[in-house]
């Protein structure tokens, strides 16, 4: 792997394995048992932390509330300036945090670099919001008064984040809850806690030079019992959840016992509709991009594609094609465009998938398959897969975190491929590729895409930071990110003020004494 200058990446980074002294990691909370860290690209160890205890996890909940008293009142603009120094050191480590996502996660070198960016955008979304975070004012039905609404600093926010994007999105929820005036708690995936630790070690760099509170930001590490303590604590007013819809469930369900807000970002079942006005060359390269890219480890990787009859053949050839070009192989040599599935657990599920799908009576037009030999002994390497398939199989229905992608003909209107498009329990991404008005505007009209993002001519994956994240239905209903995501990191007073020297009530009401 030196060729690849991961440990130089890992040295400018600061993360250091337990046995070569302690990674800096400063607010990095952990005293517990060994949690080893394993690439996917080779199945070597990368290096090892210690995961959190429940003392732990106190310590830094204290650090946390004690660093919002101070930080609340620093103004929002003077937050912005220390999130704008974070994007600036990140811009400065893009080379090493993308190498460190692309070889303890597996993805592209290019995606990881492309993570980085994602990070890098939000914080200067958030600076330029810094100066933004607007309320309305109304207009008072009694006289001499006046009507305001006001978004104040809320507290600490708990984040707890996927192996697939295991920086960017952290980054969309510490960039808005930093401006707004709150303070976080990550709990990186335990699959991915190195770079949990490369992230921290960049924030805490910006804290220490600015003197601020390092409770601003903390990291702990471990598994759901730490999530558990997390989401059942009440000095927790907000929780940012990124993972599976079965997580999601669980999550939502102990924070709204305790009435707390939960921003909930969980699994998708993306589809693109293949209209007969379709691009079929726009169309090859967004659906091989969204089924292949992160090796179909994206919420928003596409997982079917809806192509109607008449060009059915057309397309299908194309995909088929497109897909015997693929290269398989290490990410970090770019040459190569999948990388491996996370973990052995991973490749079982897509091998799972793959056998169901023939079980319901869907055909394989690409054979996948979990290759061996050179270069693949981590065991995590598989062959990208297509099936013909009909929607209403039970693991269409399902959210195969593996590069399976699916084929679905169908009929008639547009209509008839939205009622497959949504007709899915998960609502996060969709996509049209289609050159007819009507069609498109049909698929983005109130009878259209039931998901939080709907895409013409685009694929299913890689929306901008600009536009807010999420979807419906199973993916839990949160949104990240941009537009005017960053309300829910702040809570909102309204305020009335009477400048006069009476006291009339609202609503007219008579109360003389
Ligand atoms: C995720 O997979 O959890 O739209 C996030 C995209 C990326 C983010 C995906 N910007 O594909």
Request: aromatic share 8%; net charge negative.
């Amino acid at each position: 792997t030196s060729q690849f200058g991961i440990k130089e990446a890992l040295a400018q980074l600061g993360v250091k394995d337990i046995n070569e002294g302690t990674s800096t990691g400063l607010h990095h909370f952990a005293n517990g048992e060994i949690l080893e860290s394993f690439s996917p690209v080779d199945g070597k160890l990368i290096g090892s932390v210690k995961m959190s205890t429940s003392q732990d996890y106190e310590k830094a909940i204290l650090s946390a509330t004690a660093a919002f008293k101070t930080f609340r009142l620093m103004p929002a603009p003077q937050r912005g300036e220390i999130v704008r120094q974070f994007g600036e050191k990140l811009r400065q480590n893009k080379e090493a945090l993308g190498k460190l996502v692309s070889y303890e996660m597996g993805k592209s070198l290019q995606e990881g670099y492309g993570e980085v960016q994602e990070m890098i955008d939000i914080c200067d979304f958030a600076v330029g919001l810094s100066r933004q975070l607007h309320g309305l004012t109304m207009h008072s039905e009694r006289p001499g008064h006046r009507m305001y609404e006001q978004y104040h600093p809320m507290g600490v926010v708990g984040i707890i984040s996927a192996f697939n994007f295991p920086v960017a999105v952290w980054a969309w929820n510490t960039a808005l809850a930093w401006i707004c005036g709150d303070v976080c708690i990550w709990k990186p995936s335990e699959k991915t806690p190195l770079c949990g630790i490369a992230c921290q070690n960049i924030i805490a760099e910006v804290i220490k030079e600015n003197n601020l509170p390092e409770g601003i930001s903390c990291l702990i590490n471990g598994d759901y019992k730490l999530g558990e303590l997390m989401t059942s604590d009440t000095r927790i007013p907000l929780i940012s959840a990124t993972g599976s819809t079965r997580m999601g469930k669980i999550v939502a369900q102990a924070v709204a016992a305790r009435l707390g807000k939960s921003l909930l970002e969980l699994g998708g079942n993306n589809a693109i509709i293949v209209t007969p006005d379709a691009d079929i060359k726009m169309t090859v390269i967004g659906a091989v991009f969204g089924a292949v890219g992160t090796a179909g480890q994206r919420c928003t990787s596409t997982r079917r594609l809806i192509i109607h009859e008449s060009v059915f053949e057309k397309v299908k050839d194309a995909i088929v094609s497109a897909y015997k070009q693929l290269k398989i192989g290490n990410p970090l040599d770019e040459n190569n465009h999948v990388g491996p599935l996370i973990d052995t657990d991973a490749v079982k599920m897509y091998s799972a998938a793959l056998d169901k799908v023939v079980e319901e009576g869907g055909t394989i037009l690409v054979e996948g398959g979990v290759l061996t030999g050179e270069g693949y002994e981590s065991g995590c390497y598989v062959k990208p897969a297509i099936a013909l398939a009909q929607n209403s199989f039970e693991i269409v229905q399902h959210e195969t975190f593996a590069p399976v992608l699916y084929l679905i003909k169908y009929s008639g209107d547009v209509d008839n491929a939205l009622e497959y498009q949504n007709g899915v329990g998960q609502g996060l991404s969709s996509a049209i590729m289609t050159n007819n008005l009507r069609e498109a505007e049909r698929f983005l009209s109130v009878v259209g895409s039931d998901c939080g993002i709907a895409n013409v001519n685009i694929g299913t994956s890689g929306a901008e930071i600009g536009g807010a994240f999420g979807g419906e239905k199973d993916t839990g209903g949160g949104r990240e990110s941009g537009s005017d995501a960053w309300k829910i990191y702040m809570r909102r007073q309204t305020n009335t003020i009477n400048y006069t020297t009476s006291l009339p009530l609202a609503q007219g009401i008579k109360f003389d004494l």
